[in-house]
Every structure is written in C-alpha cells, then in structure tokens.
C-alpha cells in the first residue's frame, strides 16, 4: 500500500470517529467571564452587586478581590461597598477565567474653604462637570477647586453611570495672630478707629480687600474679598497716574446711584446735580459739588457721578489729599467694580461687598492700602 494510500484510509478513518462522537465532546468550551463596564462609580458607604457574565463557569465557583479592602470591600457574592475615597481594581475569578474592573469611590458631599483643592478619584473616559463655576471649578482630572462661599452641584459620568457629589464651600479662615487677633491688630491704624478696611496689593491691577472689626477689645475679620486697584498699580503721586495711593486714610462721605441701604453715615443718593470736583484750580477740587447750592456747574475735569452707573451705585470717599493740594490728585473711592478689572486710581469691589461696607461703617473708620 502507497504512503498515499494510507493517508486517505487515516482521514476516512477520523471522519468516522468524529461523527461517531456527541457535538458536544468535539470542542471544550472555554470558561469565560465578562464585566459590564470597565469602570464602575461607588459612593462612599455605598453599595453594588457585582454582576458578570459567565461562560463555562459556574456563580458559586466564582472568587472576587480587591486591590484595597480600605477604599472598597467586596463580599463571596460579589457585594461591593465603598469605605473611602479612592480607586481601586476588583478581579472576579473561576474556572481558570478572569475579568478585571475599576471601582472609584467618591463622597456624596464635599466641604472645602475658599481656595482649597480637592482630588477626586479618575479614569480614562470619565467626564466630570461643575453647575456653579462661581462657587467651584472641577478639570478634566477631576480636581476640585473652591472659589467662594456657596453650594453647588458635582456630576461625574462614565457611559450611562452618573453620579451627583453635593459641594459646600466656606469662606476662608481668617488669619489670626497668638492672641487670635486679625491681621488688623497689627497695623498702625488699629490704635485709631473700630472699623478698619484693608487692601492689600497682589499685582497688575488686583489686591484682596478685607474687612476688620474691633469687638471685646479683639480685631475679628468680618468678610475678605478679591478688589481692583489702579490700572498702573499702587504709590499714587499725582492726578491722573493711574495709580492707588497706598497709606491710612478716612473713609467717609457714602454716596450712591442707588438708594441709601441703610448706611451710619450720612448718605447722599446722586443726582445730575452732582459731581466730583477733579479741577486742582478750583476751591471745590477733591470735594463732592452740588450745583444746586454752589451754582459751579460740572466741567470735563470733573466726575459727574450719575454717568457712572454700576461703579458709583454705592461708594466711599478715600480722604486721600482731602485738603485739596493742587495737582495731587482727586476723586479716590471704594466704589464697586462694575465690569473693569482696574481703576484710574479708585479701589473696586463687587456691589455686593461694597453694600455691604457701605452699611457697616461708621464715622471714624479708616482704610489702610498697602
């Protein structure tokens, strides 16, 4: 018999062994199992059923881990709870198969200052985004960024998971010395008055404002806030520098586009009669001038305060040259900041503080720029 020969007799030979067998014995099925999602999204103290599909593998031979049993614990049923913030892998195994997920723990709630940051847990392909960006920003990383006092809402995505992390921001704490003072205390100004504001210069044309109180013989800070200086900065010189002048001054004379909102002082509501005297050649210069009682009617050096709506809704005089040095400078306020990012020499807040300033002081107060 050729070689040739004896292989056809071995094929027909195996083909007729082969259809003599059950389907089921020609080919072994390969255990298998499979996760619905690479990535799953737990609360903190929350709880999921693990749940995966299963090929040539039986539930009750199933065995799960996780890679940290201190951000995420999971049971012989395949029962996940979150314990702690935190990302970690669980692997699910059995009859010689494996699938692998990741499991990021997040809180339901987050507290955080003005300022601080905070690191959520992350993966490839989760999506984060913030409602308020006022009160806080969130990256693409999933770092959390507080901004001012305020709530908002969080959410996060992978696919179709979604989750909802409530957030709570604070106002910075004040900064206190041993005596648990504010920063007040330790200024010149503080052995002058109750009530001082103080601006403290950053760069460009920003500075921090805050806001000081003498209570029970203690200086306690009552509000911190970001200001606008002068657009050229600080270390006023002369009319039209552009410049903040830097130094303790009165704040006195509230006056305001808007209604009075209750101010201790005397409060002048504007009118067209009204204007800042801004000519250093006239007996008026640096001064409030109400054409009405004076007859000196307002001239292009001067400021007509109505035309200024939104930055003159509510302002203070800083007494900077109060006794009217010609050239010096003039018309130097605290006044809201409208939509500008500096000054022509004014100190700017939002309308919201400077109401606020404008109610809280009382005859005496001072400002210190530095």
Known sequence: MTMYMKRILALILALTLAAALPVGAMAATTAAIKLPAKVGI??????AQLKA?????????????????????VSDT??????????????????????????????KRIALQAGEKLQLPTASKVKFGMKNKKIAKVGK??????????????????????RTISVEVTAKAAETDANGESKAAQLDAASQTDQIVLVEYKSGSKATLSVH????????????????????????????DKRTPTGTFNLTTPFGIKADPGAQMPYTKVTRYHSWCGSSDSEYYNKLVDSRETGRDCTKSDE????????YNYA????????????????IFLHCKGSKSSTAGCVAVSEASMKKIVQWAKEGAKIVIK
Not at 316 to 331: Q, R, T
Request: aromatic fraction near 6%; charge should be positive; glycine fraction near 16%.
């Open 213 to 240: 109180e003498k209570q029970d013989g203690k200086w306690v800070q009552l509000m911190e806030t970001p200001a606008y200086v002068g657009k050229n900065g600080i270390d006023k010189e002369k009319e039209g």
């Open 141 to 162: 990383t999933g770092l959390v960024t507080a901004v001012k006092a305020g709530k908002t809402t969080l959410a996060m995505a992978y696919g179709k998971q979604k």
């Open 78 to 107: 395949g029962l996940l709870k979150g314990v702690a913030m935190g990302k970690v892998g669980v692997t699910v195994s059995g009859g010689g198969a494996q699938a692998k997920c990741t499991v990021l723990v997040v809180p």
């Open 316 to 331: 203070l005089f800083i007494d900077y040259n109060a006794a009217g040095e010609a050239g010096k400078g003039s018309c």
């Open 304 to 311: 007509h305060l109505i035309d200024y709506k939104g930055y």
């Open 42 to 47: 737990l609360y903190v103290d929350g709880q």
């Open 53 to 73: 599909t299963l090929r040539g593998v039986k539930s009750d031979a199933l065995t799960y881990a996780t890679s940290a049993d201190g951000v995420v614990t």
